[in-house]
């Protein structure tokens, strides 16, 4: 296997994020014409509301905030709350942005649920509430149910919930059941108001409701549930009692939309398009999505060998995350590094490259990481030591060294991961 094909897997990872920008999404969705704002088949009024109010908050939240801001006409007064990353590039002295926490909640998380919920209380039946929600809000804005418990305690629980091997989804719905803006509370916030939620969702398509730990949706999950992904994964953790959430049928949610913007199958089907283009024959199997990160890289590699004895040049693209176990001390790096560096060992005749469209894989720098068969023999006439990085989770430091991590830098986007399998017979 050549660099060429390793470059090949870069650039098809690459022209993938190109297609999918937010920016690019809210044009196609997206029109304000004679008064009217269209989203895809909704159509609103303006004329008919005395105000508008937005929410944006997620990894999205400052590039939502940007492309939506500028569509809505100046004569309606507009009051907007932020949580994201960094703080938008159209900020007025009517938006209060907060540099929300993640993966673990902050001060500014706590504070920017505070300031959504006081303003959501002034709605009225002649405001229209934009809700732009993308992944990591459920760290980057959160409020407690129970008063008594601390911002120390959210981010224990929230660091020992990531840590634990749990899937998103059951972490998103220990999270509803603990929060006053998860679960369908954010939408009773403003119960009257016409709402209008639009996602950038890094979650499957059949479950809406995680995203972000669904805020705005009505939560089809229980508090029994919740008690029992804590009891299977954090079994001796102590915690006030959980609530129950607002579930379908409930009146906050009789005025309101959803739309979605971007997800992962706009990510995959990107990547389909480039990888066509280059040749490839392209199969897109989502089979491991919330699997361990051994068990789906194990499938991934036994997958691309059935492909590639059909097609000279196959590209088999996979969506979705991986799960991991961390230990109490791990190094430098994130499910897609780790995950490429565990099945680097068992490429033949392959490149595989996984990394997130959020920019951040970790506590690393980096998206993700590229590698095939030589990754291993070239680490180790570096003096590096794989089978050492695996144990103490530090792929991150090995691909490093390599040059093989994928630098990209947060991208204002998360439409989850995409694992790339490229075997070039031509090369």
Same mark, same amino acid.
């Given at each position: 296997?050549?660099?060429?094909?390793?470059?090949?897997?870069? %650039?098809?990872?690459?022209?993938?994020?190109?297609? $999918?920008?937010?920016?690019?999404?809210?044009?196609?969705?997206?029109?304000? %014409?004679?008064?009217?704002?269209?989203?895809?088949?909704?159509?609103?009024?303006?004329?008919?509301?005395?105000?508008?109010? +937005?929410?944006? !908050?997620?990894?999205?939240?400052?590039?939502?905030?940007?492309? /939506?801001?500028?569509?809505?006409?100046?004569?309606?007064?507009?009051?907007?709350? +932020?949580?994201?990353?960094?703080?938008?590039?159209?900020?007025?002295?009517?938006?209060?942005?907060?540099?929300?926490?993640?993966?673990?909640?902050?001060?500014?998380?706590?504070?920017?649920?505070?300031?959504?919920?006081?303003?959501?209380?002034?709605?009225?039946?002649?405001?229209?509430?934009?809700?732009?929600?993308?992944?990591?809000?459920?760290?980057?804005?959160? %409020?407690?149910?129970?008063?008594?418990?601390?911002?120390?305690?959210?981010?224990?629980?929230?660091?020992?919930?990531?840590?634990?091997?749990?899937?998103? @989804?059951? +972490?998103?719905?220990? @999270?509803?059941?603990?929060?006053?803006?998860?679960?369908?509370?954010?939408? $009773?916030?403003?119960?009257?108001?016409?709402?209008?939620?639009?996602?950038?969702?890094?979650?499957?398509?059949?479950?809406?409701?995680?995203?972000?730990?669904?805020? *705005?949706?009505?939560?089809?999950?229980? $508090?029994?549930?919740?008690?029992?992904?804590?009891?299977? #994964?954090?079994?001796?953790?102590?915690?006030?009692?959980?609530?129950?959430?607002?579930?379908?049928?409930?009146?906050?949610?009789?005025?309101?939309?959803?739309?979605?913007?971007?997800?992962?199958?706009?990510?995959?089907?990107?990547?389909?398009?480039?990888?066509?283009?280059?040749?490839?024959?392209?199969?897109?199997?989502?089979?491991?999505?919330?699997?361990?990160?051994?068990?789906?890289?194990?499938?991934?590699?036994? =997958?691309?060998?059935?492909?590639?004895?059909? #097609?000279?040049?196959?590209?088999?693209?996979?969506?979705?995350? /991986?799960? /991991?176990?961390?230990?109490?001390?791990?190094?430098?790096?994130?499910?897609?590094?780790?995950?490429?560096?565990?099945?680097?060992?068992?490429?033949?005749?392959?490149?595989?490259?996984?990394?997130?469209?959020?920019?951040?894989?970790?506590?690393?720098?980096?998206?993700?990481?590229?590698?095939?068969?030589? *990754?291993?023999? @070239?680490?180790? @006439?570096?003096?590096?030591?794989? &089978?050492?990085?695996?144990?103490?989770?530090?792929?991150?430091?090995?691909?490093?060294?390599?040059?093989?991590? !994928?630098?990209?830098?947060?991208?204002?986007?998360?439409? =989850?991961?995409? =694992? +790339?399998?490229? &075997?070039?017979?031509?090369?």
């Amino acid at each position: 296997m050549s660099e060429a094909t390793r470059q090949l897997a870069r %650039q098809i990872f690459s022209e993938a994020m190109a297609a $999918t920008t937010v920016e690019g999404a809210c044009t196609r969705h997206l029109r304000v %014409q004679n008064n009217k704002l269209q989203a895809a088949n909704l159509t609103y009024d303006l004329a008919a509301f005395t105000g508008i109010q +937005i929410i944006s !908050i997620g990894k999205a939240g400052a590039t939502l905030f940007d492309a /939506v801001r500028p569509l809505l006409p100046a004569e309606i007064p507009i009051r907007s709350i +932020i949580s994201a990353p960094s703080p938008p590039q159209r900020l007025t002295p009517k938006d209060l942005y907060f540099p929300g926490g993640h993966p673990l909640p902050n001060a500014a998380s706590i504070a920017a649920a505070t300031a959504a919920l006081h303003l959501l209380s002034t709605a009225t039946n002649k405001t229209l509430v934009l809700f732009l929600i993308s992944g990591g809000a459920s760290a980057m804005f959160e %409020q407690p149910t129970n008063p008594n418990l601390t911002l120390e305690d959210l981010i224990n629980l929230n660091r020992q919930l990531v840590a634990s091997g749990a899937s998103i @989804r059951e +972490i998103n719905t220990v @999270r509803k059941h603990l929060s006053a803006v998860k679960g369908g509370r954010l939408a $009773t916030a403003a119960p009257t108001a016409t709402k209008l939620n639009l996602f950038i969702s890094d979650v499957p398509s059949d479950a809406l409701d995680a995203l972000a730990s669904g805020p *705005t949706l009505p939560d089809p999950t229980t $508090t029994e549930q919740a008690l029992a992904i804590l009891h299977q #994964h954090l079994p001796t953790t102590l915690l006030p009692p959980l609530t129950e959430t607002p579930k379908p049928g409930h009146p906050a949610f009789h005025n309101a939309n959803h739309l979605v913007l971007l997800d992962n199958a706009a990510l995959l089907e990107a990547a389909k398009q480039s990888a066509e283009r280059l040749g490839f024959n392209v199969t897109i199997d989502n089979t491991c999505d919330d699997q361990d990160y051994e068990q789906a890289a194990t499938y991934l590699l036994n =997958r691309s060998a059935q492909l590639s004895r059909e #097609h000279k040049r196959s590209c088999l693209l996979s969506g979705g995350e /991986v799960t /991991v176990r961390l230990p109490a001390i791990s190094g430098n790096g994130g499910r897609n590094q780790q995950l490429t560096l565990f099945a680097a060992q068992h490429l033949t005749n392959t490149a595989l490259l996984s990394a997130g469209s959020d920019g951040i894989d970790g506590n690393s720098l980096a998206a993700g990481a590229v590698a095939d068969e030589t *990754t291993w023999p @070239r680490a180790r @006439r570096q003096g590096l030591d794989p &089978t050492d990085s695996l144990t103490h989770f530090d792929a991150g430091t090995l691909f490093d060294s390599l040059g093989d991590t !994928i630098l990209t830098g947060p991208s204002g986007n998360n439409l =989850r991961d995409i =694992r +790339i399998l490229l &075997t070039d017979a031509e090369t």
